[in-house]
């Protein structure tokens, strides 16, 4: 349904990207209403001349629902959650992804400034960090062998970066596109574009989450009626699950001791 333009580089072997994940805390986005109490009977203290008498005290107004933007046209509320999806400090953004044979595993937490993380693919897996316009890579050594012709040139690489953080930058044409992973300007800000004309769904709840839906005949984006912040993006099997706003902070750059620069390994 929705495309990312900015990072069609980094996300070629997929052709939508989609979400489902772990429910959301009750905290983040989950409308709260507060129920009417039962009228309490109480008992007033007597005086000689009194009868005690039974009083009912009035009941607490409970407080009026956020407003639902389940009302709006499918175009207006996609407007408003593009705008709600850039005003969020911070964001996590866990769930697979796929194209043909390919699959992608992400669980990333960005912020405005930077991000941290995780992307796992048949290749391997391996750690993501950004801060600012740097980034920071960790492979496993499946992955290095998988791109290895020989175990002898696979253990020579694995040796050399003996498990260290690579830095390198999001412009980088190579180790640079894994990073826009963990970028939340590069890619969940630019996230949700359609790919056709958009049409609402029935109301459900996704994720504890009263929800929207709208769908673009690839898939459909779950939005939250409260908040109008993105809830779940979802396509067949493929999706991706957006919960923790503003909750995430940026990360800090690890040890000069655990790191080594890309550039002194050609990357």
């Known amino acids: 349904m929705l495309r990312n333009r900015s990072a069609v580089g980094a996300i070629a072997l997929m052709a939508f990207v989609a979400g489902c994940g772990g429910p959301k805390a009750a905290s983040d986005d989950a409308v709260e209403t507060t129920p009417t109490p039962t009228p309490v009977a109480t008992t007033p203290t007597a005086t000689p001349s009194d009868?005690?008498?039974?009083?009912?005290?009035?009941?607490?107004?409970?407080?009026?629902?956020?407003?639902?933007?389940?009302g709006l046209s499918a175009a207006k509320i996609l407007t408003k959650t593009q705008a709600a999806a850039k005003a969020a400090t911070s964001v996590r953004m866990k769930g697979a992804v796929?194209?043909?044979?390919?699959?992608?595993?992400?669980?990333?937490?960005?912020?405005?400034?930077?991000?941290?993380?995780?992307?796992?693919?048949?290749?391997?897996?391996?750690?993501?960090?950004?801060?600012?316009?740097?980034?920071?890579?960790?492979?496993?050594?499946?992955f290095w062998r998988s791109q290895t012709?020989?175990?002898?040139?696979?253990?020579a690489i694995v040796g050399l970066i003996a498990g260290r953080w690579i830095r390198t930058t999001m412009s980088d044409k190579d180790l640079g596109n894994f990073a826009l992973f963990a970028s939340k300007a590069e890619f969940f800000d630019t996230l949700f574009e359609p790919s056709g004309?958009?049409?609402?769904?029935?109301?459900?709840?996704?994720?504890?989450?009263?929800?929207?839906?709208?769908?673009?005949?690839?898939?459909?984006?779950?939005?939250?009626?409260?908040?109008?912040?993105?809830?779940?993006?979802?396509?067949?099997?493929?999706?991706?699950?957006?919960?923790?706003?503003?909750?995430?902070?940026?990360?800090?750059?690890?040890?000069s001791s655990q790191v080594i620069d890309g550039k002194a390994l050609g990357m």
């Open 149 to 155: 012709k020989s175990k002898a040139e696979a253990d």
């Open 197 to 255: 004309s958009v049409r609402k769904t029935a109301p459900k709840t996704v994720d504890g989450v009263p929800a929207i839906g709208l769908g673009d005949g690839d898939g459909t984006l779950w939005v939250d009626t409260a908040t109008a912040r993105p809830v779940r993006l979802e396509s067949g099997a493929d999706a991706l699950s957006f919960s923790q706003y503003n909750q995430v902070t940026t990360p800090k750059a690890p040890p």
């Open 51 to 70: 009868t005690p008498t039974a009083v009912l005290e009035k009941p607490s107004i409970a407080p009026p629902a956020a407003s639902s933007i389940a």
């Open 98 to 142: 796929s194209d043909g044979k390919e699959r992608m595993v992400l669980d990333v937490r960005v912020t405005k400034n930077g991000g941290h993380g995780s992307i796992t693919t048949s290749d391997g897996g391996m750690s993501v960090m950004v801060i600012g316009k740097t980034a920071y890579l960790k492979m496993s050594n499946k």
